[in-house]
């Protein structure tokens, strides 16, 4: 389906892609803790939002 070439080319294409991401993300870590602090309260929160509805759709369903 695809010739020698482009898998090689594929490869490179994504350990490139991946090492470049991983620097990235290293180079933005102090900022995306400043930047980002209660996300994770927020997550939380949505989260069991959406299992409380469940919850609902569940017990009033029988």
């Given at each position: 389906m695809?010739s020698?070439g482009?898998l090689?080319f594929?490869a490179?294409?994504?350990?490139?892609?991946?090492?470049?991401?991983i620097?990235?993300y290293?180079k933005d870590k102090?900022?995306?803790?400043?930047?980002?602090?209660g996300?994770?309260q927020?997550?939380l929160?949505?989260?069991?939002?959406i299992?409380?509805?469940?919850?609902?759709?569940?017990?009033?369903?029988?």
């Amino acid at each position: 389906m695809f010739s020698t070439g482009q898998l090689i080319f594929a490869a490179f294409f994504f350990i490139a892609f991946v090492i470049i991401i991983i620097l990235s993300y290293k180079k933005d870590k102090k900022l995306h803790k400043k930047s980002y602090k209660g996300v994770v309260q927020i997550l939380l929160s949505f989260i069991t939002f959406i299992i409380i509805l469940f919850l609902i759709k569940h017990f009033l369903k029988n």
